[in-house]
């Protein structure tokens, strides 16, 4: 058996900003329970907005899990997406998922793709969040859905580890 391959695990949001810090919130609470073996490979950033510079530097071998609160998506709804298939959803006006930051995700992935000529190996985990204020706390919707928020999460690591084992040959 192959040894999982290192997680990146991409952090996004601000925990001033409302539903913003939902990321933020679940993955503090995933990580003391997550067990060793998917610890050891995994790294985890905190981007409070995510770059194009947090997708060009992943290395090859590298899977990227992001997570992030999106605009775009029902109240409190988790969605779990192939970063490769990003791109293609915006283009064929599936829901624009973005985060309240800058660029779509699906342009932030697709000019990562062009620069670094080959695709990310990676998973997009978000929720849909309204209240974005600063000063604001989570809204109830958002705090309901961390738990399920969490699950998706710990799901999408565990595929991304045993994926990128799989592809070292």
């Known amino acids: ?29 995933l990580l003391p329970g997550l067990p060793p073996h998917l610890l050891a490979v995994l790294e985890v950033r905190r981007c409070e907005q995510l770059e194009l510079e947090d997708l060009l530097d992943l290395p090859d071998s590298t899977a990227c899990v992001i997570v992030d609160t999106a605009v775009g998506l029902p109240v409190g709804t988790v969605v779990t997406i192939p970063l490769c ?42 929720l849909g969040g309204r209240s974005f204020g ?8 958002v705090r ?8 998706e999460i710990e799901a999408a690591l565990i595929q991304a580890a045993a994926t990128s084992a799989q592809r070292t040959v």
């Open 144 to 151: 309901a859905a961390l738990p399920a928020f969490r699950a």
């Open 85 to 126: 298939e990003i791109p293609d959803r915006d283009a064929a006006a599936g829901p624009n998922l973005r985060s309240s930051h800058v660029l779509p995700l699906g342009q932030l992935v697709a000019i990562a793709q062009i620069l670094r000529e080959h695709s990310m190996d990676g998973t997009f985990v978000g």
């Open 1 to 29: 058996m192959s040894e999982p391959r290192t997680v990146r695990l991409l952090v996004c949001g601000n925990a001033e900003r409302g539903d913003d810090g939902a990321a933020l919130a679940a993955v503090a609470g």
């Open 134 to 141: 600063f000063g604001r706390a989570l809204g109830r919707p």
